[in-house]
Nanobody
Framework: EVQLVESGGGSVQSGGSLRLSCAASGFNFYSACMGWFRQAPGKEREGVGNVDKAGSTKYADSVKDRFTISRDNAKSTLDLLMNSLKPEDAAMYYC????????????????????WGQGAQVTVSS
């Protein structure tokens, strides 16, 4: 059974930091481009960033230089370190797996990702 389980969400003040983790099981983690997405109330889900099997990352402009994505292929885990958080970063955050390019990433489009976690809530107070 494929599972993606996020953890680490919570509440933080503006300017603070949080780390989200995603534990993957039931599939070949190395063969997946892994991504983070988020969805705020009343808004569409948007891509935050992705990381390929070699550790190369891409980020949305809104989080560049503040967020860092990393993965541990040996442990099948994905992390999202969020620094300098802003109220507009508050959302439900999801990790997801894309198998189209056998672990390489090209774009950050929701429909490319086959498996999804249940989400972790991040709240940022001003």
């Amino acid at each position: 059974e494929v599972q993606l389980v996020e953890s680490g969400g919570g509440s933080v003040q503006s300017g603070g930091s949080l780390r989200l983790s995603c534990a993957a099981s039931g599939f070949n983690f190395y063969s997946a481009c892994m991504g983070w997405f988020r969805q705020a109330p009343g808004k569409e889900r948007e891509g935050v960033g992705n990381v390929d099997k070699a550790g190369s990352t891409k980020y949305a402009d809104s989080v560049k230089d503040r967020f860092t994505i990393s993965r541990d292929n040996a442990k099948s885990t994905l992390d999202l370190l969020m620094n300098s958080l802003k109220p507009e970063d508050a959302a439900m955050y999801y990790c997801a797996a894309d198998f189209r390019r056998y672990g390489w990433c090209d774009r950050l489009i929701e429909t490319d990702f086959r498996y999804w976690g249940q989400g972790a809530q991040v709240t940022v107070s001003s």
